[in-house]
């Protein structure tokens, strides 16, 4: 049974994949837990949660809407937060004009107003107590312009780069602010996104305890950013070396539908 230490976290979509597993390094770290995601399967994780012996609130919102954000935020019921872990987020796979607009700005409602909307609830509020810790889940997605994910891509692009400023801002303040890059990961992402049928849908990922755990160690050591595993590194590396059209024609490769049954 792990202490628990009166701290408090948030986690958004804590209900599945890398977000599950972030709430559960919370949990087994002796946090609190507020976590929150757009249907009724969160309940099932916070059951889980419980089981680790810290106290766990489960909400559903939808949090591409700042309805459902401040649904979430009036949930924390005034008490401090100690973490926030954006993580809730969605993919969408395909050519962009053949996608339907509603699921388009479904991904950039989830991925980038929700998620930065409840960064600015909570960060006053760190700011204010002079101390917090923020961890974005962003991808080393953004690093590569994404043919037939161009607007996931775009999202995550957005969130990479927005968790460097508002770290940048807050650095005076207490408030610590973390950028977690996964790279394919083994989740319910792909199959949600369409993008079973593609190179990347159908490739060897990596484990999502694993990636949580990279995530969730560099925001308790205060750390920038973190790009989970050896093999992201290395390509988010040279993807700064490679020019924007040459990393679009390699995306195209492993994102196009029905490229997991070409050569
Ligand atoms: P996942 O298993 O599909 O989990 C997504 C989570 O986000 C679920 O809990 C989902 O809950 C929640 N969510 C989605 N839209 C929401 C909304 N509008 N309101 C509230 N909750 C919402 O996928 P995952 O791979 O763990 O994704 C987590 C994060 O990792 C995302 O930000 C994703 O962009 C990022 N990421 C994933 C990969 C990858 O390869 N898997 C790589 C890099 C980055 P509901 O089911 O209730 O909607």
């Not at 507020?34 to 609130?57: M, N, W, Y």
């Not at 303040?173 to 977690?180: A, D, H």
């Amino acid at each position: 049974m792990p202490r628990n230490t009166g701290k408090f976290a948030i986690v958004t979509g804590a209900s599945t994949g890398i977000g599950y597993e972030l709430a559960k390094c919370c949990a087994a770290d002796g946090f609190d837990l507020l976590i929150a995601a757009d249907e009724p399967e969160i309940h099932r994780a916070a059951d889980d949660f419980r089981k680790l012996g810290v106290r766990v609130e489960a909400i559903e919102a939808d949090l591409a809407t700042t309805k459902g954000v401040d649904e979430l935020y009036a949930a924390t019921a005034g008490r401090a937060v100690d973490a926030l872990l954006a993580n809730a987020g969605i993919g969408l796979g395909g050519a962009f004009l053949d996608q339907d607009f509603r699921d388009v700005r479904h991904v950039i409602d989830t991925n980038i107003t929700g998620t930065v909307y409840l960064a600015q609830k909570i960060g006053i509020d760190m700011r204010s107590r002079g101390e917090g810790r923020i961890l974005f889940t962003g991808s080393i997605a953004g690093f590569t312009p994404g043919s037939f994910s161009a607007a996931y891509n775009g999202t995550k692009a957005v969130i990479d780069s927005f968790s460097f400023a508002l770290r940048n801002e807050l650095k005076d303040t207490g408030v610590t602010v973390t950028c977690l890059m996964p790279g394919a990961t083994e989740t319910e992402f792909f199959e949600r996104a369409g993008m079973l049928d593609t190179k990347v849908g159908q490739s060897e990922k990596d484990d999502a305890a694993d990636v949580a755990k990279a995530g969730y160690e560099a925001m308790m050591a205060g750390e920038g950013d973190v790009v989970a595993g050896f093999k992201n590194k290395v390509m988010s590396a040279a993807a700064l070396l490679t020019p924007s059209d040459t990393l679009a024609e390699q995306h195209r490769k492993k994102a196009e539908p029905g490229s997991a049954y070409k050569q």
